[in-house]
């Protein structure tokens, strides 16, 4: 399968790369070409695109058996990063080595073709793929060793997503604790997996044990070392508070990661990056807007400043210095000190009261995102005093600050706004670090957009 996937995918690349050129040469809606571009030139240059591809698609891990949960928006991804990178080193050989001229035109039809056509293929490839799993083809029988809490959870999974492919014929262990009546039967105990795995012809093995059980995972492994079953151990995490929990392999030492951010690597760069330059145009745009909100502040509460600077929390705890438009009369807190804003309070001045109705008092942010100390889109950041009660009060609330602050978030388009459930927007946050991509976020920012009016900003 990985052969086929493989001559499948370089394939595709050198269509692309073919297709770049023909529709460079022959299209005319094109310019035409500035010098000659012989053909020759491009089927070698196309002959070293295929082991370069080849090469770093391995890299990026795009041939590993992915009969599991498989991340689409994950694996689409790498796919562009790997056109992208193979583009650039394509186009800086060429660059250097004069005596193949390549069009960069060429070189940009080609990098979006490819993208395209390998996000497409492997869509396409996935779909076929789930539609015959789950008529009951290219099946893999499993055996799930514990009878517990985990080991139910884990044949939920396995039942409510049919497209894996994966059918459990029965369980071992002591009891039925937290088994249904409708779940395969239990094949034995613990002493049985050797005779179960021989007798039943089993695929795969999934070692699913509570904290609480007896039986010792490393005498289970021995046990199967004279089978040909694939064995997976899923770790008892029930409970803890993770994000990003993995397995990573450290100098050949496996380790279980349980706290990390998503944004690293290629995904800091990409948010970064738009960030930077999404977040540098709206400053350009809205600059007349703030000008006037500046213009209004002065004319209706002229004894004080009209921004506002505020300490807040952002990305791995760090403090940073969050700018608003000021909407409350000057030293607000001087007489109760720092507390939330609340319903017709009697600190907003009447302007104030507007530019918090319609979001326009958070625009001076877009100069935090510039700067990088926040986001377009994430958790919005709190201020510390209210942090130090918050994470005494709820387990995993520091989580929320493995994502980058945000001047809107997946919390604040449903409602999570002002002095709203800290738990249910801390749901939210967790939700959106969990399954970020860009495409969330411009989804997010979408619906900001569509839903800048929210009842509970006052």
Partial sequence: MRTLCAFADLSIVALCWAGAYLLRVNAEFMPPPPGPHEVGDYVTVGLGLLPLWYILLRQRGLYEPRRGLA???EESLKLIQVSTLGTLTVA???FFWRGIPISRLVLLLFWAMSSIGLVAFRALLRAGLEEIRKRGLNRRSVLIVGTGVLAHAVYERFRDHPAT??????????????LGDRTPPILGGFADLHAAVSDDQVDQVVIALDRGDSADPIKLLHELHDTTAAVRLVPDLLGLQTLQAG????AGLPMI????????????????AFDLTAGSLALILTTPVMAAIALGIRWTSPEGPFLYTQERMG???????????????PNAEAETGARWAQRDDPRRTRFGAFLRSLSLDELPQLWNVVRGEMSLVGPRPERPEFIREFRKQIPGYMLRHKMKAGMTGWA???????????????????EYARRWSLIFDLKILALTLVRFRDPNAY
Avoid at 422 to 427: G, H, S, W
């Fill in 92 to 94: 800086a050989i060429t």
């Fill in 315 to 329: 990305l791995d705890g760090r403090l940073f210095h969050m700018h608003k438009f000021r909407t409350m009369v």
């Fill in 165 to 178: 492919g994966f059918h459990v014929i029965g369980f071992l262990g002591p009891s039925m604790a937290g």
């Fill in 247 to 250: 397995i990573e392999d450290f």
């Fill in 412 to 430: 604040q388009i449903n409602g999570c706004r002002g002095n709203t459930s800290i738990e249910k927007r801390l749901d939210y946050d967790m």
């Fill in 257 to 272: 990661r349980l706290v990390e951010s998503p944004l690293v690597g290629w995904n800091q760069i990409l948010k970064r």
């Fill in 71 to 73: 991340r689409t928006g």
